[in-house]
T-cell receptor
Framework: GQQVMQIPQYQHVQEGEDFTTYCNSS?????IQWYKQRPGGHPVFLIQ?????EVKKQKRLTFQFGEAKKNSSLHITATQTTDVGTYFC????????????FGQGTILTVHP | NAGVTQTPKFQVLKTGQSMTLQCAQD?????MSWYRQDPGMGLRLIHY???????DQGEVPNGYNVSRSTTEDFPLRLLSAAPSQTSVYFC?????????????FGPGTRLTVL
């Protein structure tokens, strides 16, 4: 079945350092989404990428979708303590847009 | 708009007990889903609905039942709770608008089965 792998599982950074998490799918994706979950909270949608090679930015966050539409990355520049949480990528299962397969998530800790 | 609401927030069950986790959304979304979250495993899809009266299985459906009698509500039933069902359960909804896949998650139910 479809698998979505995410690395690293954990990342500890000092405030001000950059952070990147990578997502790889076993199958080509029609789109990929990124979510953030704060400790004790629920996942919150960040962004959706649809086009091959697409790059989107949200302030200090940069999202990329690979040319083959099987991988993606999230890069945070100059991390802040407010960036703490778990970042998940997710892709649709087959052609069913509403069914998502999530990566295992990357837990980001930012030390002040 | 309250968005997606879930009750209860916390629940402790004994092995073999049954219970229903409630989920409701007030956004008139067609699609609703149930996920469970376990450490190191991300979120795994349990059951899914594309509208009232229509449900489908996800990755890990065993031990769970769902029904969708209205657009707003999508309860998840645990038939006979087992310790392996100790987890955090999230309900999510999404408008049925093709490629727009934004899912809105509820606050979660933290379930412990003893």
């Amino acid at each position: 079945g479809q698998q979505v792998m995410q690395i690293p599982q954990y990342q500890h950074v000092q405030e001000g350092e950059d952070f990147t998490t990578y997502c790889n799918s076993s199958t080509t994706l029609s789109n990929i989404q990124w979510y953030k979950q704060r400790p004790g909270g629920h996942p919150v949608f960040l962004i959706q990428l649809v086009k091959s090679g697409e790059v989107k930015k949200q302030k200090r966050l940069t999202f990329q979708f690979g040319e083959a539409k099987k991988n993606s990355s999230l890069h945070i520049t100059a991390t802040q303590t407010t960036d703490v949480g778990t970042y998940f990528c997710a892709g649709p299962r087959g052609t069913s847009y509403g069914k998502l397969t999530f990566g295992q998530g990357t837990i980001l800790t930012v030390h002040p | 708009n309250a968005g997606v609401t879930q009750t209860p927030k916390f629940q402790v069950l004994k092995t073999g007990q049954s219970m229903t986790l409630q989920c409701a959304q007030d956004m008139n979304h067609e699609y609703m889903s149930w996920y469970r979250q376990d450490p190191g495993m991300g979120l795994r899809l349990i059951h899914y609905s594309v509208g009232a009266g229509i449900t489908d299985q996800g990755e890990v459906p065993n031990g769970y039942n769902v029904s969708r009698s209205t657009t707003e509500d999508f309860p998840l039933r645990l038939l006979s709770a087992a310790p392996s069902q100790t987890s955090v359960y999230f309900c999510a909804s999404r408008a049925g608008t093709g490629l727009t896949d934004t899912q809105y998650f509820g606050p979660g139910t933290r379930l412990t089965v003893l």
